[in-house]
């Protein structure tokens, strides 16, 4: 496929569970990004990973959210003890453009999201 | 800090224009987007403005750019049913800072009635 994808697409679980959401981002894309979507809103910034490394990780909510990509393609997000209030669709985008680069439009091509319902 | 704005809903009619409208606080913002989001289906590029532009044209859309005011508006021509969907702003802060993360609106739900 062409595009971001992401699985699974819905993932109901008990809260205090653990999860792990995956993300395979466009071929050849060295950045990639994970946003959550509460309903109603836009989506927020959780993580920003340049390669194998976390560039950004200043939108993660605490301690309980930790993302890995060991190989610079692949990501997974992962929520530990998760809690209602994680409820959400969580959306990964990648670019093919480092950030840094200016005079480019920097598109980030987002996959269709995993929907999480903690009960 | 960061904040992007939008007013939630916009109904029109089929073959009217659309305005849809964000403010930022972000003066430092190098890009502002316009995302499409329809039900099931990912986030959508539509358009884009480089922050030393005032007005980008393309095809049905037109994005105005405010920077003094920090005002963005998406205007969207000849508005068809296909067009329902939310559009959602967002900026993109200065490079080499943040790492081209983006700061999304709430987003308004645009509703095109026959």
């Known amino acids: 496929g062409a595009g971001v994808s992401q699985t699974p697409s819905n993932k109901v679980t008990e809260k205090g569970k653990y999860v792990e959401l995956r993300c395979d981002p466009i071929s050849g894309h060295t950045a990639l990004y994970w946003y959550r979507q509460s309903l109603g809103q836009g989506p927020e910034f959780l993580i920003y990973?340049?390669?194998?490394?976390?560039?950004?990780d200043s939108g993660l909510p605490n301690d309980r959210f930790f993302a890995v990509r060991p190989e610079g393609s692949v990501s997974t997000l992962k929520i530990q003890r998760t809690e209602r209030g994680d409820s959400a669709v969580y959306l990964c985008a990648s670019s093919s453009v480092s950030p840094g680069l200016a005079g480019v439009k920097h598109e980030q091509f987002f996959g269709p999201g995993t929907r999480l319902t903690v009960l | 800090g960061e904040d992007v704005e939008q007013s939630l809903f916009l109904s029109v009619r089929e073959g009217d224009s659309s305005v849809i409208n964000c403010t930022y606080t972000d003066s430092s913002s190098t890009y502002l987007y316009w995302y499409k989001q329809e039900p099931g289906a990912g986030l959508q590029l539509l358009t884009y403005i480089f922050s030393n532009m005032d007005m980008k044209q393309d095809q049905r859309l037109t994005v105005l750019l405010n920077k003094k005011d920090k005002h963005l508006s998406l205007r969207i021509a000849d508005t068809q049913t296909g067009d329902s969907a939310i559009y959602f702003c967002a900026e993109r802060g200065k490079l080499n800072n943040q790492g081209g993360k983006l700061i999304f609106g709430q987003g308004t739900e645009l509703s095109v009635k026959p």
């Open positions: 990973f340049q390669g194998t490394g976390a560039a950004d």
